[in-house]
């Protein structure tokens, strides 16, 4: 365990000795080693002192400079050390991670500067390691197969022979496939699908030696929004079935970006049903001799799990710019979801008679068991369908049904909120109209200190603005080169959907005068790989549609931010539903959700005292006059938007 960075007295307040010695580092030590004295610094240094000193939950809203991470890292580092368990610091997403690990980052400079070791390791999400078993398919398969044979042959000797197995070491990170487009990586990656627990790999699996790694940590663990909401969700589940729960005991939690946290919360709480994974876990149930009625009953399982499937798969219709499709409630439907729940119950009363015979291998019997109850679990939600928001995505193995439950924040409040412990939400948008209310309600939180601190920058004269109420895919597109060629590229574009990135990404292929720039697309190599490549190649344009939070790169790589459209709330099922159960949806549901992203998208262009640049908005929602007051509102105080046209 490492020791505190100043002289403990045991009789004085622990959190009380140690903001002293923050506001030494801020005041005396980084000042000394070059940094600049902010002031909005301290006063965040001496908000969160009361926020550890109570163990309460606090929005920490503060603006792009101030040099919010620096505050947060140093009271959870020493509050870690004080209770002797690691904090947490949740990221929005995995480019965040990377950003506060990179060997420049935030972690790596408080290190440096004031003399620390600060043990740091990384809980990376499931999905972010190769499936050994999807891995071994995908170099069988048709598409592709040089760089899966080539990936499995570089694979550590242990995984193929386990007489090797003592020189461990972690592997399979998706940063180390940084050239994989996303949908090579979606072959090979782990998936909600994957049965990990009868996996005779899960031993040497690169995922499963992350988790002996991150929980050694001392001072931080660093994970996603996901990966935590994910810890969160299954964490009886894992103690019930003898396994540790994903992350260990910790003294607090830091949201990085936390404004992103419900959707993360909603994503760790949703079911996905597939047919072709159901029957192959079903039917290991008659590799035992087993009652010909339990035989007969799980053939009738499978046929109605067929029957229900092809009814949704002809009762869903497509939502224009998202990959999800609605579902159809039907009488119809309700009745072949309550015929596949009544099955599974027979299956259920059967296995009670058939475990006693000891017929059937105990921890298969297990794994059904597990997975029927899962599925009865997703299948209630139908009897009450107004809490219930649920789509088809469509896979080349068949569809998946997504089940979500509509709120999550009775749930957030009584397995996170209640616990007495201090929560820091950290963003420089949390609020809207000075209010942090819309957060707060999203996620059930019913007290929460809260405080905004303002960016230091001069943005009247490092930035300017434009606005353009274009509505054509042709004026936009023109508009577009135009400001691009004022730039000299350095841009950042910025999509609310992929939908409309790849429609961008197409018509450019036929504009010529496009071609005078090179184009760094989302979802074309891995997220870190292609920041620092556009970092690199200074007149590069980046086109992302998760880059509105978080990105960091100060001078003149990026010297222009152009959002592609205004970044309203697609029409999927998740908002329809919010927009169902509000009474002024545009106002409270889809206005909120705009101008939150809209203000982080902002945020991306000024980094630092010197850098300079120009912002770019489209968005045939702008000749509403209602709208284009709000979006001037969020511009950093003294910035003036110009109108643009294409003329």
Not at 146 to 163: C, K, S
Not at 270 to 287: A, C, D, G, M, P
């Amino acid at each position: 365990m490492n020791k505190y960075p100043f002289d403990f007295d045991p009789k004085e307040s622990f959190v009380q000795q140690a903001s002293d010695w923050i506001a030494d580092v801020f005041y005396e030590r980084l000042p000394e080693a070059g940094f600049e004295l902010r002031d909005e610094q301290i006063y965040m240094a001496f908000q969160l002192e009361r926020a550890y000193s109570e163990k309460q939950t606090t929005f920490a809203e503060a603006g792009v400079g101030t040099g919010k991470t620096f505050v947060y890292l140093l009271y959870a580092i020493n509050y870690a050390r004080y209770t002797r368990k690691p904090a947490i610091i949740a990221c929005a997403d995995e480019s965040l991670i990377e950003q506060l690990v990179k060997p420049e980052g935030d972690i790596a400079k408080l290190a440096r500067y004031l003399d620390l070791t600060i043990d740091a390791r990384l809980g990376k999400s499931m999905d972010q390691y190769i499936c050994l078993n999807k891995l071994e398919d995908a170099r069988g398969g048709f598409t592709d197969t040089e760089i899966y044979r080539d990936m499995h042959a570089a694979l550590p000797d242990f995984v193929h022979n386990p007489g090797t197995m003592q020189a461990f070491y972690p592997y399979g990170n998706r940063k180390d496939y940084p050239n994989l487009t996303d949908d090579q990586w979606k072959a090979v990656g782990w998936d909600v699908f994957q049965d990990c627990l009868v996996c005779s790999r899960r031993h040497r699996c690169g995922q499963t030696l992350s988790r002996e790694h991150y929980r050694k940590a001392a001072d931080i663990i660093i994970c996603s929004h996901d990966f935590y909401m994910e810890h969160v969700w299954t964490y009886e589940a894992r103690k019930r079935e003898g396994q540790l729960p994903l992350l260990p005991e910790h003294s607090s939690v830091v949201f990085d970006e936390g404004h992103l946290l419900e959707t993360a919360a909603q994503k760790a709480l949703t079911y996905k049903l597939k047919h072709n994974v159901f029957e192959s876990i079903i039917t290991r149930l008659l590799q035992g001799e087993i009652r010909e009625t339990l035989a007969v009953t799980i053939d009738e399982a499978i046929e109605q799990s067929e029957q229900l499937f092809r009814l949704l798969d002809a009762g869903s219709r497509s939502v224009a710019a998202s990959d999800r499709r609605e579902v159809i409630m039907s009488e119809r439907l309700l009745k072949e979801v309550t015929r596949f729940g009544a099955v599974l119950a027979a299956i259920e009363e059967e296995l009670v008679f058939e475990s006693g015979m000891f017929t059937i291998d105990a921890y298969q019997l297990t794994i059904v068991e597990e997975h029927i109850e899962m599925l009865q679990l997703a299948l209630n939600l139908f009897k009450k369908p107004n809490g219930l928001i649920t789509w088809i995505e469509e896979e080349q193995d068949g569809i998946t049904l997504v089940i979500m439950p509509k709120l999550v924040k009775e749930i957030l409040e009584e397995r996170v909120f209640s616990k007495h412990m201090p929560i820091v939400f950290s963003s420089a948008t949390m609020s809207v109209n000075n209010s942090f209310d819309y957060i707060a309600d999203s996620l059930g939180i019913q007290k929460a200190l809260s405080f905004s601190v303002a960016s230091p920058y001069d943005y009247e004269s490092q930035m300017s603005a434009a606005v353009a109420p274009l509505s054509s895919q042709a004026d936009k597109l023109k508009l577009a080169l135009r400001r691009l060629q004022q730039s000299e590229g350095r841009a950042l574009i910025l999509f609310p959907s992929k939908e409309e990135l790849q429609q961008f990404k197409t018509d450019i292929a036929a504009i010529p005068d496009y071609a005078a720039f090179r184009f760094l697309f989302e979802g074309t190599a891995e997220i870190s790989h292609l920041i620092e490549t556009f970092q690199r190649d200074e007149a590069s344009v980046l086109c992302a549609v998760t880059l509105w939070e978080g990105l960091d790169i100060p001078g003149p790589s990026l010297s222009h931010v152009l959002m592609w459209s205004l970044p309203f709330p697609p029409h999927d099922p998740v908002f329809t539903a919010k927009r169902r159960d509000a009474e002024h949806p545009f106002e409270t549901v889809d206005m909120p959700h705009m101008l939150l992203r809209l203000k982080q998208g902002v945020g991306r262009l000024i980094r630092g005292r010197e850098d300079t640049g120009m912002i770019t908005i489209i968005g045939q929602e702008l000749a509403d006059a209602r709208v284009m007051e709000q979006v001037e509102r969020i511009l950093p105080g003294g910035v003036k938007p110009l109108t643009l046209s294409v003329e």
